[in-house]
């Protein structure tokens, strides 16, 4: 990765569910969000409670710079109706629910990590792969996170990217997600499937 280059990673997982109270995934959480202030980097997070959350407070912990994409359309509804933490350095209140705001979370990110997950996670994952976005995936954290292999390939009969990675060990998979930005820019047309030409592009 070019020095001094701050990437936007974008942190996604179980918001709820017993994921959210297994005592090694939240220790993997806390350890990927510290370890993505530590590097300088970025934290996005769709403003949720959870894994993302556990993650979000240590990288304010380990003094990061944070950004929540919030489904709400107020702070007022955020926090009331949605039930969910505000602290942030900086909320987006996009006022587009769940499933609008994960595109905007998606796309706002450089990479994304998934770590636990469910339904919710997986339609982020698809998003993701369907866009060609840098995927990190916290292997042995719950959820979907030891299935994302079985999903693409098993039943949908499509390839595990090259752009996509995997580690139980937080740190570890940051260095990888940081190397695979890197090697596989992002596409430039909303489709992640269209191939770009140089040709033309000046």
């Given at each position: 990765m070019r020095p001094g280059?701050?990437?936007k990673i974008g942190v996604m997982g179980s918001a709820s569910g017993p994921q959210t109270e297994d005592r090694i995934a939240r220790k993997k959480a806390k350890q990927l969000g510290m370890e993505i202030a530590k590097r300088g980097h970025i934290f996005i997070n769709g403003a949720c409670p959870g894994l993302p959350n556990d993650a979000l407070l240590a990288a304010k912990a380990a003094g990061g710079l944070t950004l929540g994409i919030s489904p709400a359309f107020s702070q007022y509804e955020h926090v009331?109706?949605?039930?969910?933490?505000?602290d942030h350095d900086i909320i987006i209140f996009t006022g587009m629910g769940f499933m609008e705001r994960d595109i905007i979370n998606i796309r706002s990110s450089d990479a994304i990590i998934i770590i636990g997950g469910g339904i919710g996670t997986l339609n982020e994952l698809t998003i993701a792969y369907e866009e060609g976005r840098p995927c990190g995936i916290v292997t042995n954290s719950g959820g979907i996170s030891n299935s994302v292999p079985f999903v693409i390939e098993?039943?949908?009969k499509r390839k595990v990217p090259p752009n996509m990675v995997f580690d139980d060990d937080p740190k570890k998979l940051l260095m990888k997600i940081e190397r695979i930005v890197e090697q596989y820019p992002l596409p430039?047309?909303?489709?992640?499937?269209?191939?770009?030409?140089?040709?033309?592009?000046?």
């Open positions: 280059r701050k990437l009331n109706e949605y039930l969910s933490p505000a098993g039943l949908c430039i047309h909303e489709d992640g499937r269209v191939k770009d030409e140089k040709k033309g592009r000046g």
